[in-house]
């Protein structure tokens, strides 16, 4: 690895946009449509880029919770391994939730919680709400919103996410590319730190089990979509024959 000012890990649930906003950043890393009902990004990706001046190493690596719970624990590996980057080099993390109305997702509170046990010292956090829909977006600009989503994030987690360390990012088409300035000057303001340890990263049946109403409904959802764009080509293949 080359000499870098620091690097950037990026996490989030599968379907969180992680590698759309790594590449909005510079990668150039595997991102769009799954059609097995899993994460996009099956492995730790690395890049180097140039953010401010600095380089940057961003780091991005699966989601954490499948409907597979072996897929979950291969992914709870993953994670462990790319936050070992941050015993070497100086690091700073952003977490990655999606919109909900202003909730957050059980799924996405366990990915936080796993993430900031796992680290000695404590990281804090820069939270990246993305996807947001445009009826909700003024919605994420007031104070009261992001107070609510934070202090359910510390009394859950114990994660250090404060109100000033929070990026709101509307819901953009695969074409256009939203404006980062807001996220590249927030970055500059996130303490950069290093790991004295790295707990590996565990989850539990039970943990898993927990999950399932949520895990069925991301399945769920993915699978309609494939089945609204298997429709159409269904009709023309009947055409043709």
Same mark, same amino acid.
């Given at each position: 690895?080359?000499?870098?000012?620091?690097?950037?890990?990026?996490?989030?649930?599968?379907?969180?946009?992680?590698? $759309?906003?790594?590449?909005?950043?510079?990668?150039?890393?595997?991102?769009?449509?799954?059609?097995?009902?899993?994460?996009?990004?099956?492995?730790?990706?690395?890049?180097?880029?140039?953010?401010?001046?600095? @380089?940057?190493?961003?780091?991005?690596?699966?989601?954490?919770?499948?409907?597979?719970?072996?897929?979950?624990? @291969?992914?709870?590996?993953?994670?462990?391994?790319?936050?070992?980057?941050?015993?070497?080099?100086?690091?700073?993390?952003?977490?990655?939730?999606?919109?909900?109305?202003?909730?957050?997702?059980?799924?996405?509170?366990?990915?936080?919680?796993?993430?900031?046990?796992?680290?000695?010292?404590?990281?804090?956090?820069?939270?990246?709400?993305?996807?947001? @829909?445009?009826?909700?977006?003024?919605?994420?600009?007031?104070?009261?919103?992001?107070?609510?989503?934070?202090?359910?994030?510390?009394?859950?987690?114990?994660?250090?996410?404060?109100?000033?360390?929070?990026?709101?990012?509307?819901? $953009?088409?695969?074409?256009?590319?939203?404006?980062?300035?807001?996220?590249?000057?927030?970055?500059?303001?996130?303490? *950069?730190?290093?790991?004295?340890?790295?707990?590996?990263?565990?989850?539990?049946?039970?943990?898993? *089990?927990?999950?399932?109403?949520?895990?069925? $409904?991301?399945?769920?959802?993915?699978?309609?979509?494939?089945?609204?764009?298997?429709?159409?080509?269904?009709?023309?293949?009947?055409?043709?024959?």
């Amino acid at each position: 690895m080359t000499n870098v000012d620091y690097a950037l890990f990026i996490t989030g649930n599968p379907g969180s946009g992680k590698s $759309f906003i790594a590449n909005n950043l510079g990668a150039n890393f595997r991102t769009g449509f799954s059609m097995h009902g899993g994460g996009v990004t099956t492995e730790v990706q690395s890049a180097e880029v140039t953010i401010e001046s600095q @380089r940057v190493l961003l780091v991005d690596a699966p989601g954490l919770i499948e409907a597979d719970y072996q897929a979950t624990q @291969r992914n709870a590996g993953m994670i462990t391994d790319a936050l070992g980057i941050s015993r070497h080099t100086p690091c700073k993390i952003g977490v990655i939730v999606t919109d909900h109305n202003g909730r957050i997702q059980q799924a996405d509170l366990l990915l936080i919680k796993k993430v900031h046990e796992a680290l000695t010292p404590a990281f804090e956090f820069l939270l990246i709400v993305n996807q947001i @829909r445009r009826r909700n977006i003024t919605n994420y600009a007031t104070r009261e919103c992001l107070t609510a989503l934070v202090q359910t994030i510390q009394s859950r987690t114990g994660a250090d996410v404060r109100i000033d360390r929070v990026i709101a990012i509307a819901d $953009f088409e695969p074409e256009q590319r939203p404006d980062m300035a807001p996220l590249i000057r927030m970055l500059g303001s996130i303490n *950069q730190q290093s790991a004295e340890d790295v707990k590996p990263i565990v989850i539990s049946t039970e943990e898993h *089990q927990s999950l399932g109403e949520k895990i069925l $409904f991301y399945v769920y959802r993915t699978l309609k979509i494939i089945a609204s764009l298997a429709g159409p080509m269904l009709m023309i293949g009947q055409m043709i024959m």
